[in-house]
């Protein structure tokens, strides 16, 4: 039997007899309860039910260690996602979670319902040493996924034996053990011109893909926040027209806040862009404030949009250089910095949406940039070394 630190009360009741109890006394959302029973033992057990439920495994409340089962663990963690998912303050998404989803499968697979109070440094290399066919990457993705999840109720008390997470108490990765990344290649312009992506959306047979299509190769807008694209989002009656990013679609195929707080940005479009969304917006109901739409009243489905993609791509006999998801913001970004459109990565950060600043530099600023002293260069060159 699990003891739990109980308290005693002792008191006299109207009719002047003494009474004794016993108490337990605990946190909830920043106020203190006490419960009380003249039976310890029901006391014990209803204690140990408040602890777990609330989250609070923490060893002063306690004698012995009680136990923590790791799909209760999950429950509470979950519990917790799901509460900060699409909050205007935070980044954390359902897509997010998803990810999560993912790695506790892998967690469950090899560990079962395992006891979080007895998993020691022990137990941990020898999980990695279970899913060591996995990507490096992918590998320390699950291990932190595992440490949060062990954090909710077990890792951050305040006493032995649990002064810290023991997933940080020794370094379960090394540097060399990590696969080195292949870098990304170059996209040749003289090839992936303009025109030749012209002529790959113009082989998908449908009209709204082909004008997502051509949302995110003019503006890099990432495929979740063309297709969740609204008649308020289109600022025609500008001298500049402007495509507004205010919202995206989430895994769950529902309107969320773009991916990250840069998200929310306005992006110029090309007036015969303009004049084609115009076009088709007028033979939508005039109600409809989605204009991306199936036939069901859905937003299209990724996958769908890809494979037409795929089928327009085989028909020319091509190999998209980037990975088909992300390939018209990947494409667009980088045309942007050959033609010399932006050459300072904050600049192309805000266009963009994004935050990485030390990524747009090294992939999108450094690889396609043109130099502004290459005119100089030339001249030099050609003045100096004459070998006619």
Known sequence: MNKIKLGKRTWVNSKGKKQKAFTFTYKENNKKVVVQSPNKQWLEQEAEKILLRIGNINPKNMNVVISVPLSHAWETYTKKCKSRANEPTTSFSKTTFKEYSEHYKHIAKHCGDVDLTKVDVEYIADFIK??????????????????????????????????????????????????KKKKSGKID??????DRIKTIISKIPSEPYQLMFKLMAETSCRPSEARAAQRKNFHFKRNIPVFEVTNSVDYEK??????????????????SLKDQLIDYMNTLPKDQQCIFLNSKGKFHDLKNMITCLDKAVKSLNLTLPFRKTYFFRHWS?????????????FDLATHMGDLDLKFINTNYIKKYTVSKESVKYSDHQTNNYNWN
């Not at 529902?254 to 007036?271: F, H, N």
């Not at 970004?333 to 990565?345: H, L």
């Open 130 to 179: 279970k899913i060591d066919d996995l990507d490096f990457d992918y590998k320390k993705k699950i291990f932190h996924t595992f440490a949060r999840i062990y954090d909710t109720q077990v890792g951050m008390a305040e006493t032995d034996p649990f002064k810290v997470n023991v997933f940080k108490t020794a370094t379960f990765f090394k540097k060399e053990d990590a696969s």
């Open 189 to 194: 312009f003289e090839e992936w011109n303009f």
């Open 254 to 271: 529902q309107l969320a806040p773009p991916k990250t707080e840069a998200g929310y940005r306005e992006i110029e479009i090309s007036a």
């Open 333 to 345: 970004v980088s045309f942007w910095c050959y033609q010399g459109k932006y050459t300072n990565p």
